[in-house]
């Protein structure tokens, strides 16, 4: 059974935020992906939240995860000097 994620995306300080309705999704991830168009993670600032995304499985409480906008890391240093 496909579980229907609602995903709201709270990116401004709208009192009524925007709710899309994602079927399909293998993820809250994956429904923020199709439904926003941004690449998220579980953790973060909260100045980089994107959505909260709701589910519920069959017998099961509703569950609610938040989700980030993921950013991009910097290299990794190896700890010498730069030439």
Known sequence: MALNYRV?????????PQEINVEGARSP???VRQGLGVDVVRSGHRRDL????????????VTMV???RRLETAPVSDGLPQR
């Open 8 to 16: 709201v995306d709270v990116r401004t300080d709208v009192i009524d």
């Open 29 to 31: 991830e994956d429904a």
């Open 50 to 61: 994107v959505a909260r995304v709701y589910w519920q499985s069959l017998g099961q409480p």
């Open 66 to 68: 938040r989700l980030y």
